[in-house]
């Protein structure tokens, strides 16, 4: 009984070391977080899972910019991506559309369902963005880096040749090492990283960051999470604006 009894005694203090552990490392990257993000342009992306935004009110949180989920694949329009797209402008945060790539689907199908979806850009918008990722069951079954490759290409051979710039590519470090790096470094990168600084270095190549993928601001309904970003200090919201 008394043996039973140092056990559990044990197995209690262990539990609660590791949730010491825990919230120790959650606090330092929050601390951390907070003195590197000081002073930078804060900005969300979001979706239909962020059924009504009301951006004016997110400004008066200091955000600055957004990316707003247009397209997904050849055919799929995010639902209130219109509505997004004119309220930010009237809020007066600059906003991006961006594109959630399908594998299997042709990328040059997929780039004139973004096209036909945002339509002409200005000096007012950000530049386009394609969402780079694998679902869960494609992390069991990812596709092949040649099929990835050629995808993408066609898909930004086409935006490109609409807008006259080269698209931001969104994706983790992962991903980015695997099917980005050789062919794709040229490109401006979004990098999601929601452990900085403590488990990945993401460096200093990069022109976004999605830093939180569990920000929590007023101004939305639906999913009660926000993605939060932060643009490089080196780029500025000036360098990531559209010019043709």
Same mark, same amino acid.
């Given at each position: ?67 707003? $989920? ?92 609409? !807008? ?11 991903? !980015? ?36 993928? $569990? ?30």
């Amino acid at each position: 009984m008394k043996k039973l009894i140092r056990t559990i005694l044990l197995f209690a203090i262990l539990v609660g070391l590791g949730f010491w552990g825990y919230n120790a490392v959650i606090n330092r990257e929050i601390n951390i977080n907070k003195w590197f993000l000081s002073g930078q342009v804060m900005g969300v992306d979001v979706s239909s899972y962020q059924i009504d935004v009301d951006f004016s009110e997110l400004k008066k949180q200091g955000i600055e910019f957004a990316y707003i $989920k247009a397209t997904e694949g050849s055919t799929h329009v995010d639902s209130s991506f219109k509505e997004k797209w004119a309220a930010a402008r009237e809020a007066g945060v600059v906003a991006g559309a961006y594109h959630y790539f399908i594998y299997g689907v042709s990328g040059a199908e997929q780039a004139e369902n973004f096209i036909k979806t945002v339509g002409e850009l200005d000096g007012e918008r950000l530049i386009p963005a394609v969402d780079m990722e694998l679902t869960m069951a494609e992390v069991q079954n990812p596709p092949a880096i040649d099929e990835v490759i050629r995808g993408l290409k066609a898909f930004l051979a086409v935006v490109e040749e609409k !807008y006259g710039v080269k698209p931001l590519i969104y994706s983790q470090k992962d991903y !980015y090492d695997k099917y980005l790096a050789a062919d794709f470094a040229s490109y401006p990168r979004w990098a999601r990283n929601v452990f900085y600084p403590v488990f990945i270095d993401i460096g200093n190549e990069w022109t976004v960051w999605q830093y939180n993928d $569990k920000g929590e601001l007023s101004g939305y309904i639906g999913e009660k999470y926000i993605d939060m970003n932060v643009i490089n200090s080196a780029v500025g919201i000036e360098g990531l604006r559209y010019k043709k």
